[in-house]
């Protein structure tokens, strides 16, 4: 069955970096975008990133763009966000996702996803 298993999360100083990795099994990697997604406590879950399946494009929301970079590898099946310059409000767990609807983005459009990783950015 698909599996999308997230880790590389913990917790950093205000300015510090992350690399969040995510390791997908048990579907077609290479025909699915791959994103990012983060939810912090009582807030709704907000794409952070996403990559096309050749990884040619990316987009970022505004709230990230110049600090966090994400890229994938297919010939691995691995997608890794690189968190950079971080900040308190960047605290959330992060979740990864795959899907196939090309310009949908949204949570209810994602086929699979993984359990998360948690972010804590302290000051």
């Known amino acids: 069955q698909a599996q999308l298993v997230e880790s590389g999360g913990g917790s950093v100083q205000t300015g510090g970096s992350l690399r969040l990795s995510c390791a997908a099994s048990?579907?077609?990697?290479?025909?699915?975008?791959m994103t990012w997604f983060r939810q912090a406590p009582g807030k709704t879950r907000e794409l952070v990133a996403a990559?096309?399946?050749?990884?040619?494009?990316?987009k970022y929301s505004d709230s990230v763009k110049g600090r966090f970079t994400i890229s994938r590898d297919n010939s691995k099946n691995m997608v890794w966000l690189q968190l950079s310059n971080l900040k308190p409000e960047d605290t959330a767990d992060y979740f990864c996702?795959?899907?196939?609807?090309?310009?949908?983005?949204?949570?209810?459009?994602?086929?699979?996803w993984g359990k998360g990783t948690p972010v804590i950015v302290s000051t």
């Open positions: 996702a795959a899907g196939t609807h090309v310009g949908r983005l949204g949570p209810q459009d994602m086929d699979y």
């Open positions: 048990g579907f077609t990697f290479g025909i699915h975008i």
């Open positions: 990559i096309s399946t050749l990884g040619s494009n990316t």
